[in-house]
């Protein structure tokens, strides 16, 4: 039995295959939300799905329960989900994958992700991911990735993504690279860095520098107007959030200022330590529950 489960195979023209695992390589839900958005705003059509019966110790990631209209009960199961997008005036199609990142058998797994690869034609990977660093809400959000290919990483480096030299643990998304390096597929690796202080809220600011990122890396015409009012909404919480706490505001603005000296002088700003976040994540969920009361109660 095959893990990966076709449910239609498509015709597609050199697709890009764009991919996001919730879990360890997702802070703040940035590397998901981003391809979630793409899937509902081009209304992609799922075509595949991998089994999860392989790959996931349930009792980590516990099917949920739903209700469905009828009041009849079924089981949700961990996902990895593909969907394709047909669009003629771009250059290429589209495949992304959305899923959650596997506690089982990882080679398996990225051979049923390079065989629904081979299948459709793929012609570049590229993995969106997230982390928590010493970045500020009030900046751009710092971009980090790679890619083997020449052509790619020119296009990165002269899009202002800064290249990295990371060595150390990896998550699914190193292993897919690994792969499809040995398979002969090109791929691109783009990071976000998300502020720590603000712990898993999500955060929409991350979602579009990925997909602006992704958007000019691979000339898909994005419309992110949406996301942009989101991102707006979000920095004006957040900001007030922060400001009801003075010790925090102080340490978020000795970063600014390190963050700042360091690009003036071309290095990476030294890393800091801020408060507990506990305090700042409190007041910025208290700030959302109060917006989504008034709103409610308009």
């Not at 739903?66 to 047909?86: C, G, M, V």
């Not at 771009?90 to 089982?104: N, Q, W, Y």
């Not at 202002?160 to 398979?183: F, N, S």
Request: hydrophobic share 40%; charged share 20%.
């Amino acid at each position: 039995m095959s893990h990966l489960q076709m449910e239609e195979t498509p015709g597609l023209r050199s697709p890009v295959l764009v991919t996001a695992f919730a879990g360890w390589n997702d802070a703040a839900q940035a590397a998901t939300g981003s391809v979630l958005f793409l899937a509902q705003g081009w209304s992609a059509r799922r075509f595949a799905h991998i089994d999860p019966e392989e790959f996931y110790d349930f009792t980590e990631a516990r099917p949920i329960v739903r209700l469905d209209p009828k009041l009849q009960r079924a089981l949700e199961w961990p996902s990895n989900t593909f969907y394709y997008h047909i669009d003629h005036s771009l250059s290429r199609d589209a495949v992304l994958l959305l899923g959650i990142e596997p506690h089982l058998k990882w080679r398996t797994f990225t051979e049923c992700v390079l065989e629904l690869a081979r299948q459709c034609g793929v012609s570049t990977v590229v993995t969106l991911g997230a982390l928590l660093a010493d970045a500020v809400h009030t900046r751009p959000v710092p971009m980090t990735g790679y890619s083997m290919d020449a052509d790619m990483a020119a296009r990165l480096a002269s899009m202002g993504v800064t290249g990295t030299r990371y060595q150390g643990p990896t998550g699914i998304v190193g292993t897919l690279h690994d792969a499809c390096r040995r398979g002969g597929l090109p791929t691109a690796s783009l990071w976000a860095s998300v502020p720590y202080y603000l712990g898993t809220a999500a955060n929409p600011k991350a979602s579009h520098a990925l997909l602006s990122t992704i958007n000019a890396l691979l000339d898909l015409s994005l419309d992110l107007t949406s996301l942009e009012e989101q991102v707006r909404a979000f920095e004006q919480q957040v900001t007030e959030a922060v400001v009801s706490n003075p010790e925090v505001s102080a340490h978020i603005l000795e970063l600014e200022r390190r963050i700042d000296a360091a690009q003036a002088e071309g290095a990476e700003a030294e890393t800091g330590e801020l408060p507990a976040t506990d305090i700042v994540i409190k007041d910025l969920e208290d700030f959302l529950r109060r917006q989504r009361q008034d709103g409610e109660d308009d």
